[in-house]
């Protein structure tokens, strides 16, 4: 049975597939505001970490001491032999979860819990049977983003096929589920109609982002700033190269491009020149979101929340986008940011931002306040907190907890 009453601390289970770190990779950024703002109300967090990088681990653990936090990080193992890739076949980014995290979980299940909060949907591999009083924050869908990709060859058609599956069955063995946005709340609705979908947007922390002054320069500076080893940051970063740049820069001769961001060379190192300049695998991405005078990022598609949109916001650099990358974010076209679908508007809306400071200024100012009033830390995790208490009222049948 629960022990929580509504407003009283709970004891929450939170299972993470990164480290909650301030300037890590996107997810990273959210866990970190979301552990925070757990202990800062009062509950007792338990949190385990799977950790790709081993050197992100001493910098959680400084920045989560115990007994402040009772944070446990585990370096991912990637079982390279033939049982280890059929264990990943069969259920795709089970890697993530190494034998310790998944010992350790088994036994702060035992021991009960209010909420098990597993943050993105690959933790719900771990999640107890029958899943009670358990939900599933869904950052993305790849039945969404890659439902209809084509590749060519046969082996990664069989892969791309069981991600699927695989994604679908894991959904539809859950009874309470999140999602950042309300596109993938309906798709994930379609798929298991039995379970209770919940909106949880995620958030940032916006003093740790500093609203930097309207630039003047002789070379406006328009950019990209992601992860280009992932599929929309990369398609976006394609998109830009090739139909948007060549024509903004024939309307503002002195502009520049800066693309920033993990693996940017290796995905699009050809096309660097004169005027086009990439950096990759930064420690820091602030001081380049400070260099440009418009971030322009326009992915064909990619479903979920964008963390650079809301990290342009916050630190005051205009954006320019489309609705993919707008989604989950109630920003206004023309107040808050540009909005458009089609080549043309977005080169018009970048062009007009970069010849125009006082438009800059007055769209860099309402998207800091719209960021500060719906997706600061407060906010974000208060409608958590709100979702948990729904949750641990519920009964708790006898559960076990899987282990992958």
Known sequence: MSRCGAGKPMRILLVMIEPPLPFGNAASRWFYVLLRGLVRRGHEAVAFASCQNPADIPKAAELFPAPQYQLHCYPTVDDGSVAGKLKSFARPMSYLFADALKRDLSAEIAKGYDVLHLEQLWGAWLAPHPPARTIANVHYLFDIDQRDAWLGQRKRRLVHRRILQAERSLLRRLQCIAALTPRLA???????PEARVFTMPLGIDTKLYPFTQNRTSDHPTVGLIGS????????AGV???RELWPRIKQRVPTARLLLVGRR???ALGEYAGDDIFMHEDVPDALPYFQQLDVLL????IGSGMKI???????????VVTNDEGIEGINAID????????????????????????ALRDRQRAAARALVEEHFGSEVSVNRVQEIYQELASERLPAARAALV
Do not use: C, Q
Request: no cysteine; hydrophobic share 40%; charged share 25%.
């Open 186 to 192: 309906e798709r994930i609705r379609e798929i298991n």
């Open 228 to 235: 280009f080893n992932w599929g929309p940051s990369y398609s």
């Open 239 to 241: 998109r830009l190269i």
């Open 264 to 266: 940017v060379r290796e």
């Open 297 to 300: 990022y326009a992915p064909p």
């Open 308 to 318: 650079k949109v809301l990290e342009s916001f916050a630190m005051g650099t205009p």
């Open 334 to 357: 023309g107040v808050h940011v540009a909005l458009a679908n089609d080549n043309d508007g977005l080169v018009e809306r970048t062009v007009r931002l970069l010849n125009d400071p």
